[in-house]
């Protein structure tokens, strides 16, 4: 039996990780289980994702294809300005239907899968608008359960479970690829997307009441809301972050179309000097070795390094890290451009963001209203993001078949973005600063 005040031993086993009160870790303990079931259903898909995509298709056609999942997005986001509004007084139930909708939509794969038809782009670009839209919903539903206090010291738990979920994933999809195939990995993600569903129920109802967000104690107000784009466009630290996730999943996809295009010449390599592996099974095995270092490193760095950062410098400090990551490894790319230091950049830039910054990007969120965090962090952690992406594959189509660059230019050109993010970057520190200084409710 506890006693009152008392921590218990789950909260003094995850004090290793942050600082955490008498009461608060029943539902932590939910939302990191939820963080890591949420990933592990993703990485459990993403190797299948890239084999079908790449050993059909060119990595030009891979960039085109994250390209397409902003047009799609643009399409859905009406559909969830009006699911947001429905719902608006039982936020819960965002999280639940949009999560219920997408597992409709593996169901719908994994059956025309048995009926032979060609998955590898559809499939590939459901899975890149599966990732941000559910991700952000729950990261917005969490953002909606604490303050911003409460926010910054227990989100970095809740990460570390999505990193453990990402590695176990990633792992464990690399193991039973050979012998379940794309299809039984669908069926195992189906399940476990539904158990997130209950998780989340349960850790609503036992976050603490001096850890709940001021926004989720007052009572609804009759105001009308802007759409989803108004609000970021009328908002200057909406913006800001706007352009932060722009600029950082251009840089970073366009460091994955240098990895990939160094992935495929690798296999082609390999299968001329005799390798009896097929194209697409030497691109699946990398890119399962390749996220399990990720996700390693990313894992480590959640759990040892994240909750320092935010402790001892804050989350503003922390997102400058990843910027300047990519300023030094794209410029280190300019002048070696060989694979293994392309494999090196990309798995450090990589678990980085999966860990650091990702845990810092939704701390953000923390001290602005309802409506930002559900409409404003979901338009920015979805179309935002894939715009980036749209941007990258505009960029790429021009540099590959019109001024002929290779790896060398296109590292330059991230080097350069580089330094525009860092500006950014200065002025989301300034604006969060205020925001967090002002007095509860005022938001």
């Known amino acids: 039996m506890t006693v009152p005040g008392e921590k218990t031993v789950l909260e003094k086993l995850l004090r290793l990780v942050t600082r955490i009160n008498p009461g608060e870790g029943k539902a932590v303990l939910l939302l990191l289980m939820q963080a890591f079931i949420l990933l592990f259903a993703y990485y459990l898909l993403k190797p299948a994702r890239e084999s079908l995509l790449l050993a059909e298709n060119s990595a030009e056609i891979r960039s085109y294809a994250v390209a397409f999942q902003a047009l799609l997005l643009l399409l859905l986001m009406p559909a969830y300005n009006v699911l947001f509004r429905h719902f608006k007084h039982n936020r819960s139930r965002i999280y639940i239907w949009v999560t219920v909708f997408f597992i409709g939509n593996l169901m719908v794969f994994y059956l025309l899968g048995h009926a032979d038809v060609k998955l590898g782009i559809a499939f590939f670009i459901w899975l890149g608008v599966f990732n ?24 970095v738990v809740i990460a570390l479970g999505a990193s453990l979920g990402a ?66 466009f009328s908002d200057r630290y909406l913006l800001l972050i706007a352009s932060f996730v722009v600029l950082l999943n251009w840089i970073n996809s366009t460091g994955e179309f240098i990895l990939a295009k160094m992935v495929v010449n690798h296999a082609e390599g390999l299968i001329a000097a005799g390798s009896e592996l097929s194209k697409g099974n030497i691109i699946g095995g990398f890119y399962g070795d390749f996220y399990t270092w990720v996700n390693l490193f990313s894992l480590l760095f959640q759990l040892f390094v994240v909750s320092r950062i935010f402790r001892y410098f804050g989350v503003r400090a922390a997102m400058f890290i990843l910027p300047i990551i990519a300023l030094i490894g794209y410029g280190l790319i300019v002048f070696i451009p060989v694979f293994s230091i392309i494999r090196y950049v990309k798995i450090l830039e990589n678990s980085v963001d999966y860990s650091v910054q990702s845990t810092t990007r939704h701390a953000l969120f923390l001290p602005v209203s309802t409506a930002a965090k559900y409409e404003g962090k979901t338009v920015i952690d979805t179309f935002f993001w894939r715009f980036g992406d749209m941007i990258q594959a505009g960029v790429i189509f021009a540099g590959s078949t019109w001024l002929n660059m290779g790896v060398s230019q296109f590292a330059l050109l991230n080097m350069m973005l580089a330094l525009v993010w860092i500006w950014v970057v200065i002025g989301i520190s300034q604006e969060h600063k205020k925001l967090s200084e002002k007095p509860a409710g005022d938001s």
Not at 141 to 154: I, K
Request: aromatic share 12%.
């Open 132 to 155: 941000v839209m559910v991700v952000a919903q729950f990261w917005a539903f969490c953002a909606d359960l604490y303050n911003v206090e409460s926010g910054q010291r227990l989100f």
């Open 167 to 232: 590695l176990m994933g990633a792992t464990f999809s690399k193991q039973v690829f050979a012998y379940t195939g794309s299809l039984g990995l669908m069926l195992l993600a189906m399940l476990l997307l539904g158990i997130t569903i209950v998780l989340g129920l349960f850790a609503r109802r036992n976050v603490p009441g001096h850890d709940r967000s001021h926004s989720q104690l007052l009572k609804e107000q009759s105001i009308w809301i802007p759409g989803s784009f108004r609000l970021v």
